[in-house]
C-alpha cells in the first residue's frame, strides 16, 4: 500500500503536526518505507482471531474494577496556602449585594 | 568517604567528560551536587546506596533539574514532582548527579537524535553510543559515574549497554514504577539500570523495584533483594534461540558469542538450541505498536500545558498546536507520530494495530513455551553489530530500527533480560544478551554475575 501527499497532509492534520511544503516529499517517502517494512506483518499465519497482548500476567491488566481513592503524591494541604477542613481557603472577592 | 567528598570529585569528572566533548550530559551543577550531598550527609542511615552517584535519562522527572526529554518542546521544563524511582533511589542514599542526553522522547537507537547534539562513542567519538539511553550508558562506561538510570520501550538500555561495554539491566514489566517516567509506548516502558558491573546495576535495581500505588501496572509483590552472583551455572539450562544467530551476523560479534557459549559451558550449564519463530517480526510489530502509543502519549504536548509555545499563521487554538509541535518536535519524533496516528487511523487500524498485537501475542507465546519447555535463561547477542558509525543510518529509518533487531522481542514480551560485556571486536565492546521468565529478575542477576566473574569483557576476539 502507497501512501500519498495527501495522505501525509491529512495525517499530520489528525496528529495536529505543521508539516512544511519542502519536507513532503522525504516524509512521504520515509513513511512509505516504513509502512512497507511493517506491512510484513501480513505474512504472519493465522486468522486475526488471536488472542491480543496484554503485558505481565493478567492480574495486572485485569484486576477488579473497583473505584478507590487515587493517593496524591502530596497531601492537598502542600498544594496551597492555607487549607482547613477539606477546603481550600482563598481571598474573599467580594460579597453578594441584596438589589 | 563523605558523600561531600563523592560529590566533588564527581562534579570533576562530569565537568572533564563535558570538557572532552562526550554531550553526554543535559543538566548538571557542582552546587546541586554539593547541596545533594549535604542531605545524604545529613542522613541518620543512608541505606545500601549511600554516596553513589547516579546519572539519570532525562526522561524521568527530577523536581531540582529541568527534564526535557532532549526536546526543544519541553525546553527548560521543570517538572513539579519526582519519579517514584527518584525518591526511593535518594532514600537510600543515591545522590543525582546529572541528567542525561538520549535520543528525544526515548525514539532512537544512536543518540543522534537529541536536539541538544548527539552523544559521543567514550572510546571512539566518529561512533555512537546506542541509544536512546546513550548518555546514560557513555556515563558510566567512561568512569563518570558507576551506575545510571535509563528507560526501555525497545532495547533502548540492552543496546547502549552492548555498544558501550557495561551492563544494562531491563527488568519485568511491572517491576519498576512507570510513575515519572515520560510516557513513551506505555505497555512497554520500563525503568532500567547502567552499571559498571552485574552488581552495581542490581543495586540500583533493587532500590528501585517494588509495588507503587501511584502505577497501576507495578505488581503488588515486594522489592526485589540484590541477588548473590552465583558460584557457577552448574543445573541450569540454557537456550539459544536459532533465530538469534543468523549466517550474516557480524564476525565480531559471531565470535564474541562463540567464546561466551564456550565460558556457559565450562560453567556448567546445558546449552539447548531453541526456537522462537515470531521473533523474527519482532521490529515490524515494535514499529506499529510503540509509534500508536506514542502518538497517543505525546498528544500532550501542545504548547498550552507544557514547555514552549508558538503562535500559528492562522491565529487559532489548532494553529497554536501545530506550530508548536512541528516546531517543538524533532524529525524522528515527529515521524513515529506520523506512523502512530496513520496505524491508528480509521481504515488501517484492523491491518496494523490490530494485527500487530495478535502478532505481540505469538512472539510472547514463544518465550513461554521455551521456558515451559525447562529452558531456565536464553542467550543471544544483544546487537547484530558493534557500535556504528555517527550518521550510518540516520537518512534509513528501517536501517536503523534493525539496530534492536535482538532486544524488541524481550521488550514485547515484558520479560526481563541484561547486556553483559563479553568481549571487543577490532576494541569495540560487544554484549551478551541474558533473558528470563517473567519476574524471574533475580534468576537473571545471579547467573549474569557469574557468566561476568569468567568472561573476558576487554578481551579481543577472533
Not at chain 1, 22 to 45: G, S, T, W
Not at chain 2, 157 to 171: D, E, L, M, T
Not at chain 2, 188 to 195: P, Q, T
Not at chain 2, 278 to 299: F, Q
Request: proline residues 8%; glycine residues 10%; negative net charge.
Amino acid at each position: 500500500m502507497s501512501i500519498g501527499r495527501d495522505e501525509v497532509v491529512h495525517v499530520a492534520r489528525l496528529a495536529e503536526l505543521a508539516v512544511h511544503d519542502a519536507d513532503l516529499d522525504r516524509l512521504v517517502e520515509q513513511l512509505n518505507r516504513i509502512v512497507d517494512y511493517v506491512a510484513q506483518l501480513d505474512r504472519v499465519p493465522g486468522d486475526g482471531a488471536g488472542e491480543l497482548f496484554l503485558p505481565g500476567p493478567r492480574e495486572v491488566a485485569l484486576r477488579e474494577d473497583v473505584p478507590g481513592p487515587v493517593p496524591l503524591t502530596r497531601p492537598p494541604g502542600e498544594l496551597a496556602p492555607e487549607f482547613a477542613d477539606g477546603f481550600f481557603l482563598v481571598p474573599r472577592h467580594g460579597a453578594m449585594e441584596e438589589p | 568517604m563523605s558523600a561531600a567528598a563523592v560529590a566533588r570529585a564527581a562534579g570533576e569528572r562530569l565537568a572533564a567528560a563535558d570538557a572532552a566533548g562526550l554531550n553526554a550530559t543535559l543538566h548538571w551543577s557542582q552546587p546541586l551536587l554539593d547541596a545533594e550531598a549535604a542531605r545524604v550527609d545529613a542522613m541518620p542511615a543512608p541505606g545500601s546506596l549511600a554516596a553513589v552517584p547516579l546519572a539519570v535519562k532525562d526522561n524521568i522527572v527530577t523536581t531540582d533539574m529541568p527534564t526535557t526529554c532532549a526536546s526543544r518542546i519541553l525546553e527548560g521544563y521543570v517538572s513539579p514532582y519526582e519519579a517514584t524511582a527518584i525518591r526511593r533511589l535518594r532514600a537510600a542514599g543515591a545522590l543525582v548527579a546529572a541528567k542525561a542526553n538520549m535520543d528525544e522522547f526515548a525514539m532512537g537507537s544512536s543518540t543522534e537524535h537529541s536536539a541538544f547534539g548527539r552523544v559521543r562513542h567514550p572510546l571512539d567519538p566518529d561512533r555512537v553510543p546506542g541509544g536512546s539511553s546513550g548518555g546514560s550508558a557513555a556515563l558510566v562506561a567512561a568512569g563518570v559515574v558507576p551506575a545510571a538510570l535509563g528507560s526501555e520501550t525497545g532495547g533502548s538500555v540492552r543496546q547502549p549497554a552492548s555498544f558501550c561495554g557495561v551492563v544494562g539491566v531491563k527488568p519485568s514489566y511491572g517491576r519498576v514504577s512507570r510513575f515519572g517516567l515520560v510516557a513513551f509506548g506505555s505497555s512497554l516502558d520500563c525503568i532500567s539500570a547502567f552499571g559498571r558491573t552485574v552488581d552495581d546495576a542490581a543495586r540500583v535495581l533493587s532500590a528501585m523495584s517494588g509495588h507503587d500505588p501511584l502505577d497501576g501496572t507495578t505488581l503488588d509483590r515486594p522489592a526485589m533483594p540484590v541477588p548473590e552472583a552465583l558460584p557457577d551455572l552448574r543445573g541450569l539450562r540454557i537456550g539459544l534461540p536459532k533465530e538469534y544467530f543468523p549466517p550474516d551476523l557480524h564476525p565480531g560479534v559471531a565470535a564474541a558469542m562463540q567464546r561466551t557459549r564456550a565460558v556457559v559451558r565450562e560453567l556448567g550449564a546445558e546449552l539447548v538450541e531453541v526456537s522462537l519463530p515470531h521473533s523474527a517480526y519482532a521490529v515490524p510489530t515494535y514499529y506499529v505498536v510503540a509509534p500508536a502509543e506514542a502518538a497517543a502519549n505525546l498528544a500532550r504536548y501542545d504548547g498550552v500545558r507544557y514547555g514552549q509555545r508558538r503562535v500559528g499563521p492562522a491565529g487559532d487554538i489548532h494553529a497554536l498546536y501545530q506550530a508548536t509541535r512541528g516546531e517543538g518536535f524533532g524529525p524522528e519524533v515527529q515521524r513515529r507520530i506520523l506512523v502512530g496516528t496513520y496505524v491508528l487511523s480509521a481504515g488501517y487500524y484492523d491491518a496494523y494495530y490490530r494485527k500487530a498485537q495478535r502478532v505481540r501475542a505469538l512472539i510472547a507465546g514463544d518465550f513461554r513455551r521455551a521456558f515451559d519447555s525447562g529452558i531456565d535463561l536464553l542467550l543471544t547477542p544483544t546487537t547484530p553489530t558493534p557500535a556504528f558509525r555517527a550518521g550510518e543510518k540516520t537518512d534509513d529509518p528501517v536501517a536503523m530500527y534493525l539496530a534492536d533487531i535482538f532486544v524488541c522481542a524481550v521488550s514485547l514480551a515484558g520479560l526481563p533480560a541484561l547486556s553483559l560485556p563479553v568481549g571487543r571486536s577490532d576494541g569495540l565492546p560487544v554484549g551478551a544478551q541474558l533473558i528470563a521468565p517473567f519476574f524471574e529478575d533475580e534468576r537473571l542477576l545471579a547467573a549474569a554475575g557469574a557468566l561476568e566473574r569468567s568472561v573476558a569483557a576487554d578481551a579481543e576476539v577472533r
